[in-house]
T-cell receptor, first 114, second 114 residues
Framework: DGGITQSPKYLFRKEGQNVTLSCEQN?????MYWYRQDPGQGLRLIYY???????QKGDIAEGYSVSREKKESFPLTVTSAQKNPTAFYLC?????????????FGSGTRLTVV | KQEVTQIPAALSVPEGENLVLNCSFT??????LQWFRQDPGKGLTSLLL?????REQTSGRLNASLDKSSGRSTLYIAASQPGDSATYLC?????????????FGKGTKLSVIP
């Protein structure tokens, strides 16, 4: 079955540590996205990528970095510069082209600072 | 910048009732609008995708309507069941430079009481 796989499901980060969240899709979608979800707030866009080797900052990119070396993969690194990283992180993908296509989401990674 | 409001924030109904969830958005220049369901601690599941040229979209007991000019969408759930209990999110997709981004509301938390 086609879909998006996020791993790990739970992740714990120590102060000053970088961590990487994995997102893989087998839907042959061109575009991929990372969102952050905090209690009582809507989802906020961190980064998105429309094609391989290209990505754009979203609304809250500070303290995060991404890469897009393969069409299927879009990992997110939460760096030590992100002061409040505890949140639920969601990866999504869609077909590229004139905005007519819907999004598919993964099951999420919950990151906690310890 | 697009802003999305969902009313009510929470709703509790007895099993079997028909119900309507409301979504309003400030910028009517959209490609489409997607309704999602989110169970606690889980990712988003797409329910319905309604294009800007459409008025309605139906899937089983769910019906979504879109009035782009007034910036409103509704999700109608017929004959509600306890399994419908979840948070429902609407997300319009913008045109132009924002065409690859969804903007989310904070959601409506639905509880269906057996």
């Amino acid at each position: 079955d086609g879909g998006i796989t996020q791993s790990p499901k739970y992740l714990f980060r120590k102060e000053g540590q970088n961590v990487t969240l994995s997102c893989e899709q087998n839907l042959n979608h061109d575009a991929m996205y990372w969102y952050r979800q905090d209690p009582g707030q809507g989802l906020r866009l961190i980064y998105y990528s429309q094609i391989v080797n290209d990505f754009q900052k979203g609304d809250i990119a500070e303290g995060y970095s991404v890469s897009r070396e393969k069409k299927e993969s879009f990992p997110l690194t939460v760096t030590s510069a992100q002061k409040n990283p505890t949140a639920f992180y969601l990866c999504a993908s869609s077909m590229r082209g004139w905005g007519y296509y819907g999004y598919t989401f993964g099951s999420g990674t919950r990151l906690t600072v310890v | 910048k697009q802003e999305v409001t969902q009313i009510p924030a929470a709703l509790s109904v007895p099993e079997g009732e028909n119900l309507v969830l409301n979504c309003s958005f400030t910028d009517s220049a959209i490609y489409n609008l997607q309704w999602f369901r989110q169970d606690p601690g889980k990712g988003l599941t797409s329910l319905l995708l309604i294009q800007s040229s459409q008025r309605e979209q139906t899937s089983g007991r769910l019906n979504a309507s879109l009035d782009k000019s007034s910036g409103r969408s509704t999700l109608y759930i017929a004959a509600s069941q306890p399994g419908d209990s979840a948070t429902y999110l609407c997300a319009p997709r913008g045109l132009g430079a924002g065409s690859y981004q969804l903007t989310f509301g904070k959601g409506t938390k639905l509880s269906v009481i057996p």
